[in-house]
């Protein structure tokens, strides 16, 4: 069985859950904004920056895929 996520649709929705801007996002992982929005509207994103990227919006990496897979 796979297990199959959208990276940006998990990334949307906790974002909005925890009300922090791409903005904020960006800054806090010292990335640019215009790199948030990339992984906003990407299906697949990086496993090695879920777990920094969940960190910073204080929510659990299960969270996230719950998120992502619905």
């Given amino acids: 069985m796979t ?3 959208d990276f940006g649709k998990g990334l949307r929705l906790i974002q909005a859950e925890k009300a922090v801007s791409s903005s904020e996002l960006a800054r806090q992982l010292n990335v640019s904004r215009q790199q948030i929005s990339i992984w906003r509207y990407a299906e697949d994103g990086k496993l090695s920056l879920l777990s ?7 929510c659990e990496v299960d969270h996230f895929l719950d998120k992502a897979s619905k």
């Fill in 52 to 58: 920094k990227i969940c960190d910073k919006l204080d």
């Fill in 3 to 5: 297990y199959r996520f």
